[in-house]
């Protein structure tokens, strides 16, 4: 069975506190976007969970979230491991990018996983499945526009962000989120956004006060060299929000001409290997059929 599974971007990342258990409370709203990596997950006669990938980034033991994903699956459902699958990731959504392109393809692998084995799961037993993987595996599981709380799993969906265009650039830079999250601990002042403002702006369709309030925390303890440069150059070209998604490096635009998203996009693509031009997709996760 094979599956598309969907990048996102923040558009809001704000860091509110810590929990009991050691984890950062968050308040994030994100959106699916047409960005994908492909997942095929067949049943095979050997025993044990198989990950296959041309991209040799990508890790095909245990520390790869796909890999993650299916033994939480199996541990879930108490389906005997012995079945045996072969899980093959495809990627486009760029790595360490904060895309969620990890997430996304541990979500891809629960939603194919319940179709192979027919266990009829709920959205929200498969986001329970995904909590346990990673923070962003639930709403990659859910899609969509949504409100993203605790540790990034209680979610709730929003209006559909609809007519405009994301044009995502990942420059030649990698960041570790751990490494981002311990650089959050260790500020003294961080900047706070306004939340009750997002998120009216967003429960309103108020596109101009969504600009407004639109921020990312990670913005103020991440250097990204190429950061101001993307923002400016992508505003100059009519975006009327550029942004950091997740803890990075990815700088998305949202514009709302597509002419000019356009135009943008392919003079990135002369500098930028990982350029994107995307729109705002309902659904995270699907299943796809090769013709």
Same mark, same amino acid.
Request: hydrophobic letters at 40%; proline letters at 4%.
């Given at each position: 069975m094979?599956?598309?599974?969907a990048?996102?971007i923040?558009? +809001? =990342?704000d860091v509110?506190?810590v =929990?009991?258990n050691?984890?950062?409370s968050?308040?994030?709203? +994100?959106?699916?976007?047409?960005?994908? #990596?492909?997942?095929?997950?067949?049943r %095979?006669e &050997?025993?044990?969970i198989?990950?296959?990938?041309?991209d040799?980034r990508v890790?095909?033991? *245990?520390? &790869?979230? $796909?890999?993650?994903a299916?033994?939480?699956?199996?541990?879930?459902?108490g389906?005997? *491991?012995?079945?045996?699958?072969?899980?093959?990731? /495809?990627?486009?959504?760029?790595? @360490?990018?904060?895309?969620?392109? !990890?997430?996304?393809?541990?979500?891809?692998?629960?939603?194919?996983?319940?179709?192979?084995?027919? %266990?009829?799961?709920?959205?929200?037993?498969?986001? /329970?499945?995904?909590?346990k993987?990673g923070?962003?595996?639930?709403?990659?599981?859910?899609?969509g526009?949504a409100?993203?709380?605790d540790i990034?799993?209680?979610? $709730?969906?929003?209006? #559909?962000?609809?007519?405009?265009?994301?044009?995502?650039?990942?420059?030649p830079v990698d960041v570790?989120?751990?490494?981002?999250?311990?650089?959050?601990?260790?500020?003294?002042?961080l900047?706070h !956004?306004?939340?009750?403002? +997002?998120?009216y702006?967003m429960?309103?369709n108020?596109?101009?006060?969504?600009?407004?309030? $639109?921020?990312?925390?990670?913005?103020?303890?991440?250097?990204?060299?190429?950061?101001?440069?993307?923002?400016?150059f992508?505003?100059?070209?009519?975006?009327?929000?550029?942004?950091?998604? !997740?803890?990075? @490096? $990815?700088?998305?635009?949202?514009f709302?001409?597509? *002419?000019?998203?356009?135009k943008?996009f392919?003079?990135?693509?002369k500098?930028y290997?990982?350029?994107?031009?995307?729109v705002?997709?309902?659904k995270s996760?699907?299943?796809?059929?090769?013709?």
């Amino acid at each position: 069975m094979k599956v598309k599974a969907a990048a996102k971007i923040n558009l +809001m =990342l704000d860091v509110v506190g810590v =929990l009991p258990n050691g984890y950062h409370s968050l308040y994030m709203i +994100m959106q699916s976007v047409d960005c994908y #990596d492909y997942v095929r997950v067949d049943r %095979t006669e &050997n025993s044990g969970i198989k990950i296959i990938t041309a991209d040799p980034r990508v890790p095909t033991d *245990e520390k &790869n979230i $796909a890999y993650k994903a299916a033994k939480a699956f199996f541990d879930k459902t108490g389906i005997c *491991e012995n079945n045996g699958i072969e899980i093959e990731i /495809e990627k486009h959504i760029p790595m @360490a990018a904060g895309l969620a392109g !990890g997430s996304a393809d541990g979500a891809g692998v629960i939603f194919a996983l319940d179709k192979l084995f027919d %266990t009829r799961l709920s959205t929200f037993e498969m986001c /329970e499945i995904g909590e346990k993987v990673g923070a962003d595996v639930p709403f990659s599981i859910h899609g969509g526009t949504a409100l993203c709380t605790d540790i990034g799993s209680v979610i $709730a969906p929003l209006p #559909d962000l609809d007519n405009c265009y994301v044009l995502i650039c990942k420059p030649p830079v990698d960041v570790s989120t751990l490494g981002a999250y311990k650089l959050i601990d260790e500020a003294k002042r961080l900047r706070h !956004g306004d939340r009750c403002g +997002m998120l009216y702006a967003m429960k309103h369709n108020d596109r101009e006060l969504m600009y407004e309030k $639109a921020m990312n925390v990670f913005e103020q303890v991440i250097e990204v060299p190429q950061r101001p440069y993307l923002k400016a150059f992508m505003k100059k070209h009519g975006a009327k929000l550029s942004m950091m998604s !997740g803890s990075g @490096a $990815a700088i998305y635009g949202v514009f709302e001409d597509k *002419e000019s998203a356009q135009k943008c996009f392919e003079e990135l693509k002369k500098k930028y290997d990982e350029v994107f031009l995307t729109v705002p997709c309902k659904k995270s996760v699907e299943e796809v059929f090769d013709r």
